[in-house]
């Protein structure tokens, strides 16, 4: 190629970069995003809190900056439980917690954190992602003009903390337990008196004793939260959240706004943030829970079992009461219900057996 012919190509590839820069699509996609996210979590709270944090900063340096999302923990720029309406009414566009936190408003959408006794959280994410579990989600939300997405689990919690024992279904009977969701309607029919409370309020409320018991997490979060200073007998397994999925929420309005290939920007660090802290909990849980036990003489415990298969029966009876009141509940528990059983089905020769495999 002559040198005056490789100039001449060179300048036209440019023109061409220049054109296709100024057209107005391009344009448009140029446009920066300021947004603020806020959070139903406590400030600097590890893994969720600041798995959002990493969550924004990731999307600015891979948008080159052409989105920045400001994130606020609960309380710092509205209460935390009032996340759902800021995003819906669009206060702010974007907003991270848990479905069942707006089970008063929608109680379908308790489906989408987790249901007692339900899925794990490869069964929630199979759901999502490949058995039309986030299709629903959407459809519930839209009235809301929100749209969600899966980010974060927790894998299976604990099934929280105690002052006194509980060694049959009767001991419950009459306690003050912050547990949310259908796990608090289940504890209900076992004369639990179920409260709904942020993080950040737990400890203050089982410490002063305006709550008798709490679940919040896992040992992890739980050593944080300093738990073990108001409570020492810490149940296992966290039967009402067996892999509880947390939710990234926009603005539907604001979701719609945005090129769409930044759209995908948020999409797959969603999706990459999904795996990242149920990894984070999967490492760090069990260290946590050796520090409760021998630092802080925390006692760990199995729930009896038969606590545990009255509580699987009250599962039941609750989810089908609610059903019977909720049409749009109905739809949800029936497609859960439907994937859950061929989950499990597949699970009982896959996960389940190589479990039993490995006891050989
Ligand atoms: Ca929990």
């Not at 600097?44 to 798995?51: A, D, L, R, S």
């Not at 923990?73 to 209460?79: M, R, S, Y």
């Amino acid at each position: 190629m002559s040198r005056r012919k490789f100039i001449k190509n060179i300048a036209g590839a440019s023109a061409a970069l220049t054109t296709g820069a100024l057209a107005s699509p391009a344009h448009a996609a140029r446009k920066r995003f300021v947004w603020k996210l806020v959070t139903t979590w406590p400030p600097n709270f590890p893994i969720f809190q600041e798995g959002v944090k990493r969550f924004a900063k990731e999307i600015k340096q891979i948008s080159d900056g052409r989105l920045t999302i400001q994130v606020f923990a609960g309380g710092q720029l509205i209460p935390p439980l009032q996340t759902f309406d800021a995003v819906s009414q669009g206060t702010v566009q974007m907003g991270h917690g848990a479905a069942y936190y707006w089970a008063g408003k929608v109680p379908a959408a308790q489906f989408f954190t987790a249901v007692p006794f339900g899925m794990n959280a490869q069964g929630m994410n199979a759901w999502f992602y490949y058995g039309g579990g986030l299709e629903l989600w959407r459809e519930v939300y839209k009235p809301f003009g929100l749209t969600p997405f899966p980010m974060g689990n927790t894998g299976v919690q604990m099934g929280g903390w105690f002052r006194k024992k509980i060694e049959k279904i009767s001991d419950l009977k009459g306690l003050k337990m912050r547990i949310p969701g259908l796990g608090g309607k289940v504890m209900a029919k076992a004369g639990v008196n179920p409260v709904l409370m942020a993080g950040g309020e737990i400890y203050t409320a089982l410490e002063r004793g305006t709550i008798d018991a709490t679940e919040w997490v896992g040992p992890y979060h739980d050593l944080r939260l300093g738990l073990y200073r108001a409570a020492k007998y810490y149940y296992y397994p966290g039967w009402h959240e067996p892999g509880p999925t947390l939710e990234l929420i926009i603005n539907s309005k604001a979701w719609a706004s945005l090129p769409r290939d930044l759209q995908l920007i948020v999409k797959t660090s969603a999706t990459a943030s999904n795996l990242l802290m149920l990894s984070e909990f999967e490492a760090k849980n069990l260290e946590a829970l050796r520090t409760l036990e021998t630092r802080y003489k925390v006692k760990t415990r199995e729930f009896p079992a038969e606590v545990i298969k009255t509580l699987h029966q009250y599962t039941k009876i609750t989810l089908d009461e609610i059903a019977a009141k909720d049409k749009l509940f109905s739809k949800v528990y029936n497609a859960y219900e439907q994937f859950r059983t061929s989950n499990d089905a597949w699970n009982s020769i896959s996960e389940a057996a190589y479990a039993r495999a490995r006891k050989l």
